[in-house]
C-alpha cells in the first residue's frame, strides 16, 4: 500500500497534475490509517474572518494566513484526545513547515494561558501557536462541535478537507498529503 502512495504522489508531481477541489482522487489515493478520516470537499468553503486572539495578545483573522496551505486544528487543554494528538502536529510542524505549509493551533473555549503553556511543556510542544478563541466564537463559525476538529486551508484561505478527532499528523500518509498540496500549488 504504501508503494501504491508513493506512486500516485510521484505522478502527481512528475506530471505537474492538478489536484483542483473538482478532482481530490490523488489526494483520497494518500488517505491511509487515521487519514481515511480527512475528508475532503467537492468545493472549497470560504473561511470565516471571525477574529481570534494571537499568542501576544493581538487579533487576527484566518485571512492573515493566506498564500499557504494551513492545517488548523482547534484544541483545549482539558481535551485528552488533544494531548495525544498535539506532538504529531508538532512533528508535522517541524518537518514540513515552509513559506507554503504552516500548522496553526488555536485553543477554544476558556482556556487560560498559563493553563495552556504548562499543557504545551507537560507534552514537550515549543513550536507551536498559543492563539486563543476564548468564546468559540470563530470555533462556532467553522462549524466545530467537538474537540479536536482539524481543517486545512488552501492559499485562498478556503476549507478544503476537514478531520473530526485526533489523529497520526505525523504519519508518512499526513506527510504525503500535505507534500502533495504544497508541491502541486508551487509548481503552477
Same mark, same amino acid.
Given at each position: 500500500?504504501?508503494?501504491?502512495?508513493?506512486?500516485?504522489?510521484?505522478?502527481?508531481?512528475?506530471?505537474?497534475?492538478?489536484?483542483?477541489?473538482?478532482?481530490?482522487?490523488?489526494?483520497?489515493?494518500?488517505?491511509?490509517?487515521?487519514?481515511?478520516?480527512?475528508?475532503?470537499?467537492?468545493?472549497?468553503?470560504?473561511?470565516?474572518?471571525?477574529?481570534?486572539?494571537?499568542?501576544?495578545?493581538?487579533?487576527?483573522?484566518?485571512?492573515?494566513?493566506?498564500?499557504?496551505?494551513?492545517?488548523?486544528?482547534?484544541?483545549?487543554?482539558?481535551?485528552?484526545?488533544?494531548?495525544?494528538?498535539?506532538?504529531?502536529?508538532?512533528?508535522?510542524?517541524?518537518?514540513?513547515?515552509?513559506?507554503?505549509?504552516?500548522?496553526?493551533?488555536?485553543?477554544?473555549?476558556?482556556?487560560?494561558?498559563?493553563?495552556?503553556?504548562?499543557?504545551?511543556? @507537560? =507534552?514537550?510542544?515549543?513550536?507551536?501557536?498559543? #492563539?486563543? +478563541?476564548?468564546? !468559540? *466564537?470563530? /470555533?462556532?463559525?467553522?462549524?466545530?462541535?467537538?474537540?479536536?476538529?482539524?481543517?486545512?486551508?488552501?492559499?485562498?484561505?478556503? @476549507? =478544503?478537507?476537514?478531520?473530526?478527532?485526533?489523529? #497520526?499528523? +505525523?504519519?508518512? !500518509? *499526513?506527510? /504525503?498529503?500535505?507534500?502533495?498540496?504544497?508541491?502541486?500549488?508551487?509548481?503552477?
Amino acid at each position: 500500500m504504501k508503494i501504491i502512495r508513493q506512486i500516485v504522489l510521484y505522478m502527481a508531481v512528475a506530471l505537474g497534475a492538478n489536484v483542483a477541489m473538482a478532482d481530490t482522487a490523488a489526494l483520497e489515493a494518500l488517505r491511509d490509517g487515521d487519514m481515511k478520516k480527512l475528508n475532503f470537499h467537492a468545493q472549497p468553503a470560504a473561511a470565516p474572518l471571525t477574529e481570534y486572539t494571537r499568542a501576544d495578545g493581538s487579533t487576527g483573522t484566518l485571512a492573515d494566513f493566506q498564500g499557504r496551505y494551513v492545517l488548523l486544528n482547534f484544541w483545549a487543554t482539558w481535551c485528552a484526545p488533544c494531548r495525544a494528538e498535539m506532538p504529531t502536529l508538532s512533528n508535522l510542524q517541524r518537518e514540513m513547515q515552509s513559506e507554503n505549509f504552516e500548522v496553526v493551533t488555536i485553543a477554544t473555549g476558556r482556556n487560560a494561558p498559563t493553563a495552556m503553556a504548562k499543557f504545551f511543556d @507537560e =507534552i514537550g510542544v515549543d513550536n507551536l501557536p498559543l #492563539h486563543t +478563541d476564548p468564546k !468559540s *466564537a470563530l /470555533a462556532r463559525a467553522m462549524g466545530v462541535f467537538g474537540l479536536p476538529i482539524t481543517v486545512i486551508l488552501d492559499p485562498e484561505g478556503r @476549507e =478544503i478537507a476537514r478531520l473530526q478527532g485526533d489523529a #497520526h499528523w +505525523d504519519s508518512e !500518509s *499526513a506527510k /504525503a498529503i500535505i507534500a502533495a498540496l504544497v508541491s502541486t500549488d508551487s509548481g503552477s
